[in-house]
RNA sequence: GCGAGAGUGGCGGAAUUGGCAGACGCACUGGACUUAGGAUCCAGCGGGAUAACCGUGGGGGUUCAACUCCCCCCUCUCGCACCA
């Protein structure tokens, strides 16, 4: 309920706020005017501020509104500051939840699909939001998948895009597999479900031939990136420089190709580990008369889901193959284990085992009695014997290492590299983390994978010509959740574009993903339907310059469109290296102290709160409550606060009403013929627009620009009652009330243009220009010093600004209350701030 | 274990980067107006015998002066984690 405003004062000019009333005009006369439509034949300099595009679900939520108040608030003001602003809002509308609420209800994805987009763009528009909806795009429209259809194409013809049979991420519950990325500890991103080992043929997109840039240009992004999503995508690349060594296998013509980081302890590695899915573990046990033992351990492993595989405190356990290979450096025999911590996936699936300067090997020497060998002896004086308890993994000297012994291990790290590479039983190599991205889903909401298996030809990419290759409409989904393509004989059944035989589509569709790896390019040119952007219109507005969004997607979603972007680029698409010049990841917003969700019955709903307070109180509340990168704590009491400030101003407004003229923020005029009252009061304007630029341009630091907002009000509120009638009065409070209408439009828009309008002013806010405030006018006649002495507060004093130092060490030695303080002692020192502070250090 | 960040009143949070700790707001207390107050206005609001003084997670240090800089430690949040 709003309560019913009925003080006399408030309605003494008939006006009282009406949030609905005020927000729907103003959203109506932004939308008749087109006043946020974009276009890149403009002079100005340009300003691209993305938010991260929703998932249509049903409803905004408040980690929406808070995301999308933020990006408002900068769209709003760099359009002020003179910007050509481009601010699209779009739908990430591909994705299973779609599916399953189509099962539910008996219709096609399509349908809830572009209902809930339909009601949730009506939410949006309901908050103010300053988009340019002519831009608006979908990703599961045709219009748009056609497009990452071709870029499939394109990737396929570079060697960008290739098909693998690979053991793949299956999630159960999903019924699709994953990439690496989407599994958080072993368990589904979407859904929580442990993710199974499955085998099957896969599209890949190479990402891997990027991870060099992809980690290099990090380091360019480090102004505008928070440095933690900088530090999570560098690990995730994770790169590290090595060696691979082989082992000759003995009585094999094989050897075993290891991939190490400590190619210095070569002489102490004393056996070899495989993981249990290497590729030459089949003919090493086959003459083992353990064989069948083997083969049941290396099921059993390879069987595991993820989590309990690695997990920390999974039992290190091995199997003897019977056969050994030998230490290319000294010559020794090295038996072959095969040991369920080796993962096939990184390096070469292949370790050779140091235990006394690897703690896992040590574990696993010392469950089967394995020779420990030292090589690398600190340099602080203890010896390392082979009986020592926990690996040595520091610098050192080099022991027990034939001709290089005494060397330092630093340096015969270089030494033992050459001498590898030269015999040619080594190369250095560079090892990543990062795996191919696997795009494949086993789904039907998404885009499809344009490619035809032809009998005769195999995989086959369809004809350019022949895009897109559409969704059918008039596909059923099956209840138990499969994707119904397979099925489908209307979809499935083709012609080979290259011999005419009968072929079969491919049925899988894209990871969403995918679409979410361009949105942002598209944006430039969205109506475009003879390519997926204009070339100028991308080079005009990209990069984005301000990204925002959640930290969720600090991986996944953000190395994705990383990696697009170098692979347009290199394509001749577009002519950036990044896709985000500057990332805002803010924080979540939580009630009761945890995140909000349907299961804990702590959901706030954003449109509940704009039909009781409109969306201008939202939006400050959102804004105000906490810095952007922090978390927000939903408080009841603190959004009436909210709206308790908006009433406040507009009662402020409507009173001074009559006396207020447009004269523009921080209003021309003779500082010096002011009282002193109005000195004070613009002096304090000016230094608030001072203030709120800084916190709003540099740092985003909106929460604190409204403090100052609230401050300037605070100081109107005074000087109305407190000021005499007199000359300058009218245009010192117009100006002052003007500069915090403008300041605060940003983020309150809709009652800031109200006002606005009512004082008289014919352009509105939203096309007026940011205030610039006059350094003039910051300048006091009195300023407040303090005391000190010895470093504690002892007196304030106000004293003309232009004092001098020996006059301030005077007012401030005869300073009553500094003389309790200083009577009877030594002054040794006196340490004077101008305009701010002086210390008397004085000692008995 | 590695990486990033945080720790300030009853609460959310400030502090121009070394210069008045607690801006702004919420909550609370007292008062005014009032049939009424959940509206509004005024005043107060870190602790303390309202005096000294003590206070920014703890302990040291640098400095005339430290929330801020340096060293050690504790706690919490997030991310990664048997990565060879």
């Known amino acids: 309920m709003i309560p019913l405003n009925t003080d006399t004062e408030f309605t003494m000019n008939g006006y009282r706020y009406n949030p609905l009333e005020i927000e729907n005009k103003w959203q109506e006369k932004w939308e008749l005017g087109h006043s946020f439509k974009a276009t890149h034949k403009d002079s100005r300099p340009k300003y691209y501020v993305l938010e991260m595009f929703p998932y249509p679900s049903g409803r905004i939520h408040m980690g929406h509104v808070r995301n999308y108040s933020i990006g408002d608030v900068v769209a709003r003001l760099k359009r002020m500051q003179g910007f050509n602003v481009i601010h699209p809002m779009g739908w990430d509308a591909f994705g299973l939840p779609a599916e399953n609420a189509a099962i539910k209800n008996k219709s096609h994805p399509a349908r809830w699909t572009y209902e809930n987009i339909s009601y949730m ?158 590729e030459l573990v089949p003919e090493l046990i086959r003459d083992s008369p353990d064989k069948d033992r083997i083969a049941g351990f290396i099921s059993n492993v390879s069987r595991m889901d993820q989590i309990s595989r690695t997990s920390e405190n999974m039992e290190k356990e091995g199997f003897f193959t019977g056969k050994y290979c030998i230490n290319p450096v000294n010559g020794e025999k090295m038996p072959i284990f095969i040991a369920n911590f080796v993962l096939v996936e990184y390096g070469t699936g292949a370790v050779m085992a140091v235990p006394a300067h690897d703690q896992r090997d040590l574990e696993f020497a010392r469950k089967y009695h394995l020779p420990v060998k030292v090589v690398v002896q600190p340099e602080d004086g203890s010896v390392l014997s082979s009986e020592l308890e926990s690996a040595y993994a520091g610098p050192g000297t080099m022991v027990n290492s034939g001709q290089f012994t005494g060397m330092d291990n630093e340096q015969f790290k270089e030494a033992i590299s050459d001498h590898l590479e030269q015999r040619g039983l080594g190369k250095k190599t560079v090892n990543y983390r990062l795996r191919d991205w696997n795009i494949s889903r086993q789904r039907f909401w998404g885009a499809p994978i344009p490619v035809i298996y032809c009998q005769k030809c195999g995989p086959v990419p369809v ?63 969205a109506r475009n339907e003879q390519q997926p952007f204009d070339r100028e219109a991308v080079d005009y507005w990209l990069p984005v310059d301000q990204y925002i969004g959640g930290i969720e997607h600090a ?98 407004v409507m009173e001074l009403l009559p006396e207020l003229k447009p004269v523009g923020p921080c209003a021309d005029m003779d ?75 940003p983020i309150t828009p809709h009652i800031c243009e109200e006002m ?48 001098s130092r020996e006059e301030l060490k005077v007012l401030a030695q005869n300073d009553e209350k500094a003389i309790k303080h200083i009577s009877g002692k030594e002054i040794v020192k006196m340490v004077i701030v101008p305009q701010k502070l002086v210390n008397i250090v004085v000692k008995d």
Not at 495 to 508: L, Y
């Open 671 to 745: 500082h010096d013929a002011l009282e002193p009252e109005e000195k004070a009061l613009r002096t304090k304007e000016h230094e608030s627009i001072q203030k709120i630029s800084r916190d709003m341009n540099d740092k985003f630091q909106f929460n604190t620009a409204i403090a100052g907002i609230m401050e300037l009000v605070n100081a109107i509120y005074l000087f109305k009652d407190e000021s005499k009638d007199s000359p300058n009065r009218r245009e010192v409070l117009s100006s002052a009330v003007s500069s915090v209408l403008t300041a605060l439009s």
């Open 121 to 278: 763009k009506a939410e949006l528009k309901k908050l103010g939001y300053s988009y340019d909806w002519s831009r608006e795009l979908a990703t599961c429209h045709p219009g748009y998948y056609k497009w990452e259809q071709l870029f499939f194409l394109k990737f396929m013809k570079k060697g960008l895009v290739y098909r693998k049979k690979a053991p793949v991420n299956w999630c159960p519950k999903c019924l699709t597999v994953l990439a690496n990325e989407q599994v958080e500890a072993g368990v589904c991103w979407r859904c929580d479900s442990v993710v199974e080992k499955k085998e099957l043929a896969q599209w890949f997109l190479r990402i891997t031939s990027y991870a060099e840039e992809l980690l290099e240009f990090l380091d360019s992004l480090s102004q505008g990136w928070p440095e933690r999503v900088i530090a999570m995508q560098k690990n995730w690349i994770g790169k590290s420089t090595g060696m691979e060594i082989n082992f000759q296998v003995e009585g094999l013509d094989q050897a075993i190709r290891v991939f190490t980081t400590r190619q210095d302890t070569l002489f102490g590695a004393t056996f070899m580990s495989l993981a249990p899915e290497h």
């Open 555 to 652: 991986i996944l979603h953000l190395l994705y469109s990383r990696f697009f972007v170098k692979a347009l680029r290199d394509l001749g698409y577009m002519d950036i290296d990044e896709p985000f010049s500057n990332l805002l990841t803010q924080g979540m917003v939580l009630k009761d102290g945890a995140k909000m969700s349907k299961s804990k019955g702590n959901v706030v709903d954003p449109d509940e709160m704009i039909n009781k307070y409109g969306a201008d109180t939202v939006r400050l509340f959102c804004l105000f409550a906490s810095p952007p990168e922090k978390d927000l704590e939903w408080s009841d009491s603190a959004i009436e606060g909210a709206y308790r400030f908006l009433n406040r101003l507009w009662r402020l």
């Open 463 to 525: 004809p350019e010509k022949d895009l897109p290759v559409v969704l059918p409409q008039d596909a059923k989904m099956p209840e138990d959740g499969r994707s119904p393509l397979p099925d489908l004989q209307s979809f499935l059944e083709v012609e080979c574009p290259e011999c005419g035989s009968p072929g079969r589509r491919e049925t899988d569709t894209m990871d969403t993903f995918v679409e979410s790896s361009w949105y942002f390019a598209r944006y430039a040119d």
């Open 756 to 803: 606005w309008s009512k004082m008289g002013y014919d352009c509105p806010l939203s096309q007026s220009l940011w205030p610039k405030y006059d350094s003039r006018a910051l300048h006091r006649e009195e300023v407040l010093v303090v005391i000190q002495v010895n470093g504690k507060l002892r007196s304030r004093i106000s004293v003309p600004a232009d004092v």
